[in-house]
């Protein structure tokens, strides 16, 4: 079906600097009183309404409210002075109309605090992609309250994994943010590990061992097409691609050392980055592409090392205790994420690039694969349990914000890990 979609600015912002600073969230205080929205207009479509209170709710910065109602308009002004006596920060206003084929949704944001208008808009899609809509207008509310992206609008790309835990399979599934819209892209005729998805959406980079070598493969989602990266002599492993989709890096395993290669998607060019006998591995771009941060052991045991994008001007940036793993450099640039194993637990930390002011979010029997939303404020990760008395251990997605107070679980149909976050999702994907 042709996806037909407009979408056209009603306004635009119209807060001063001082204005917005009256009211906006400080998302990285820790120290979060949720703002309480009011949300009109979306009783005609209670999935929708759902579907807003749930992401706004979720996020642990919002809390929806029916504590008061007046029969609003998109052409009217609220009653701002008994709002403000409600508490009620911000106010939502809805208008939605649909057929058996589109949706359209009308809707305002108003801050109450200042009076003020924030944004309006119209959005026309195909009737199948309400949920997308839903996360679309909540984004809105997000960003009228932090100054920054919202990630409801996004989806996780994940192994879903079986069979016995010394001999697991896992398949590719990709799935709405909250776990809805759970889809799977491959079969579980082989083990697959480290999927990781394009800025844009549109490709897939993993590891499999379908065949005598494991390798890395590449997946066209748009032509739905898998074939191997590229003709590396050895095992390719830990791929990652760059903020330029056309760049990607991964660690090739030859004659008994492991390094970090450079490669142009298009054309397969590849340029070694690291040349030493010792384990490098986990690269990851800065969002500029002008760094790479990694894991190498060359100093005894696993630690985080920056270099530029050409391979020079190595520097090791982690210094704490324990063993430093799974960088991985944050979308707008201000942190590296990491995993940290010492005296036998797991943590999720967050370092500066330089690697000071390190921070541990949450810990773990076991903890891999950390990934950013793309706003930088939240991490997707992935467990694994203890054996309990069923002598199986369970893998699980959960997220965190960088302050360590806000913890999520995640639904999957089943065991899961190797998570990675998408860009925000297109309305014509």
């Known amino acids: 079906m042709n996806i037909r979609v407009f979408i056209f600015l009603l306004s635009i912002f119209v807060f001063q600097n001082d204005l917005m600073a009256v009211l906006s969230i400080d998302i990285d205080s820790g120290n979060i009183q949720p703002v309480n ?65 589109n949706i359209q949704i009308k809707y305002r944001v108003w801050n109450v605090f200042t009076k003020r208008h924030v944004v309006g808009k119209v959005i026309e899609i195909d009737a199948e992609k309400w949920r997308q809509m839903s996360h679309i207008v909540a984004d809105q509310i997000y960003e009228a309250s932090t100054n ?44 697959i590990l480290t999927p990781r998805i394009s800025s844009d959406n549109k490709k897939i980079m993993y590891m499999s061992y379908a065949e005598k070598v494991p390798k890395v493969f590449i997946f066209d989602r748009e032509k739905n097409r898998h074939k191997p990266i590229a003709d590396f002599d050895g095992m390719t492993s830990a791929p990652r691609f760059g903020f330029d989709t056309n760049i990607a890096l991964l660690a090739l395993s030859k004659d008994g050392s492991t390094n970090i290669y450079k490669f142009d998607i298009n054309n397969f060019v590849k340029k070694q980055l690291t040349d030493n006998k010792y384990i490098n591995t986990s690269p990851s771009y800065s969002p500029d592409n002008k760094f790479i941060v990694f894991n190498s052991d060359r100093g005894g045991s696993p630690q985080l090392y920056v270099m530029r994008n050409d391979g020079s001007d190595q520097k090791r940036i982690s210094f704490g205790f324990g063993r430093y793993l799974n960088p991985v450099w944050s979308p707008k640039g201000d942190y590296i994420a990491f995993i940290k194993l010492l005296n036998g637990t797991f943590y999720i930390g967050i370092m500066r690039p330089n690697g000071s002011d390190e921070k541990i979010l949450a810990s773990a029997y076991l903890i891999e694969s950390p990934s950013w939303s793309p706003n930088g404020r939240l991490l997707v990760f992935s467990t694994t349990n203890r054996k309990g008395v069923d002598n199986v251990k369970k893998s699980r997605l959960y997220m965190v914000d960088i302050t ?23 309305l014509q994907e």
Request: with cysteine; aromatic share 10%; glycine share 8%.
């Open 37 to 101: 929205v009011a949300v009109l207009g979306l009783q005609s479509d209670p999935r929708i309404q759902s579907v807003v209170a749930n992401d706004l709710n979720g996020s642990g910065l919002f809390k929806v409210t029916n504590a008061y109602h007046e029969n609003l308009t998109l052409d009217s002004k609220p009653n701002f002075d008994v709002w403000q006596k409600h508490d009620i920060n911000f106010l939502l206003v809805c208008d939605v109309s649909s057929n058996s084929r």
């Open 148 to 191: 920054d992206e919202g990630y409801f609008n996004t989806r996780i790309l994940y192994l879903s994994e079986s069979g016995p835990f010394d001999k697991r399979v896992g398949r590719l599934a990709i799935m709405d943010y909250d776990g809805e819209n759970h889809e799977y892209i491959t079969s579980t005729k082989y083990m």
């Open 404 to 426: 360590g107070k806000y913890h999520k679980s995640i639904k999957t149909p089943g065991d899961a890990a190797d998570p990675m976050w998408s860009s925000r999702v297109g």
